[in-house]
């Protein structure tokens, strides 16, 4: 009875060592954070403007950050998560980005109601890579004035901006640089919106 009590307490021990031993390891969370601009708007005299869309590529539409291997490869990074999904907080970033850029009261916030005659933003970021030391995003917007009016904005741009690494922190803080910069953009086009 021994000798079997004392096997069957060997056999729990080694269960409960390669189980404790099976422990992962730490989510970390991202988010995307703001750029001060380098001079705030001053003059506006469009409406007031929300951004009401914001898309990522499908590839980045995911929760996990990716990172970018040495041959150019994506790899989904299980332990290393943005803080929700991309684009809402992406949408989130480009708002707070906007904000500091133009005169107070201007921008809506993406989860306050629109006023009539308020100027809407739809962005399409079309494609974001990270190559070695460098990271780029393509873009589209459209800015829309309140329904009826004909009077619509376009703009597309390539924005770059240098990378210190293609880690996970590193691709986060790409993503912000390259908001901001979209930012500056998309600003600037408002600011010439002329609406009757």
Same mark, same amino acid.
């Given at each position: %009875?021994?000798?079997?009590?004392?096997?069957? @307490?060997?056999?729990?021990?080694?269960?409960?060592?390669?189980?404790?031993?099976?422990?992962?390891?730490? !989510?970390?969370?991202?988010?995307?954070?703001?750029?001060?601009?380098?001079?705030?708007?001053?003059?506006?005299?469009?409406?007031?403007?929300?951004?009401?869309?914001?898309?990522?590529?499908?590839? @980045?539409?995911? =929760?996990?950050?990716?990172? $970018?291997?040495?041959?150019?490869?994506?790899? $989904?990074?299980?332990?290393?998560?943005?803080?929700?999904?991309?684009? &809402?907080?992406?949408? &989130?970033?480009?708002?707070?980005?906007?904000?500091?850029?133009?005169?107070?009261?201007?921008?809506?916030?993406?989860?306050?109601?629109?006023?009539?005659?308020?100027?809407? =933003?739809? $962005?399409? =970021?079309?494609?974001?890579?990270?190559?070695?030391?460098?990271?780029?995003?393509?873009?589209? @917007? $459209?800015? +829309?004035?309140?329904?009826?009016?004909?009077? !619509?904005?376009?703009?597309?741009?390539?924005?770059?901006?240098?990378?210190?690494? !293609?880690?996970? +922190?590193?691709?986060?803080?790409? @993503?912000?640089?390259?908001?901001?910069?979209?930012?500056?953009?998309?600003? +600037?086009?408002?600011?010439? %919106?002329?609406?009757?």
């Amino acid at each position: %009875m021994n000798k079997q009590r004392a096997t069957w @307490w060997m056999i729990g021990c080694a269960c409960a060592l390669s189980l404790g031993a099976c422990h992962s390891a730490p !989510t970390r969370i991202y988010t995307l954070d703001s750029s001060e601009p380098v001079a705030r708007m001053e003059t506006y005299e469009a409406p007031a403007l929300r951004v009401d869309t914001l898309s990522v590529p499908a590839s @980045w539409d995911r =929760i996990e950050i990716l990172s $970018v291997s040495a041959a150019g490869e994506l790899h $989904v990074n299980d332990f290393d998560h943005w803080s929700a999904p991309l684009a &809402q907080i992406a949408r &989130q970033a480009l708002s707070v980005d906007l904000d500091q850029r133009l005169p107070s009261g201007t921008v809506i916030y993406p989860r306050l109601p629109k006023p009539n005659g308020a100027l809407g =933003i739809n $962005v399409d =970021i079309l494609e974001f890579s990270v190559v070695s030391s460098q990271a780029s995003m393509r873009a589209s @917007w $459209v800015i +829309a004035p309140a329904a009826g009016s004909q009077t !619509t904005k376009r703009g597309l741009a390539l924005l770059h901006d240098s990378l210190t690494s !293609t880690e996970p +922190a590193a691709v986060a803080h790409a @993503w912000s640089k390259l908001i901001s910069q979209l930012a500056d953009r998309i600003a +600037a086009d408002a600011a010439s %919106m002329k609406v009757p």
